[in-house]
């Protein structure tokens, strides 16, 4: 099991807890943020593969800020499979 705590930019949420098994999605936790959008995220990935949430999560935009919390997730995964 592998575990990561990511230090977001750009975005209302802080920090993301994420813990993976393997190529799935065990957990994740936003700290900060929109309460309600980033629980909503976190439980509609949780068992996804890695590799698929980055494919659906990455790129997108908040109110033109660049990213994102769930882009700042994507990078976070990424970020945790390439190292």
Do not use: W
Request: with cysteine; aromatic share 4%.
């Amino acid at each position: 099991m592998e575990q990561m705590t990511y230090k977001t930019f750009g975005t209302c949420s802080q920090f993301i807890d994420i813990e993976l098994d393997g190529e799935k999605i065990k957990n994740v936790n936003f700290i900060g943020g929109c309460h309600g959008n980033t629980q909503g995220v976190a439980a509609l990935i949780k068992g996804m593969e890695v590799k698929e949430a980055i494919k659906r999560l990455k790129g997108i935009d908040c109110k033109g800020k660049g990213t994102s919390c769930p882009d700042q997730l994507a990078i976070a995964l990424e970020k945790m499979i390439t190292e």
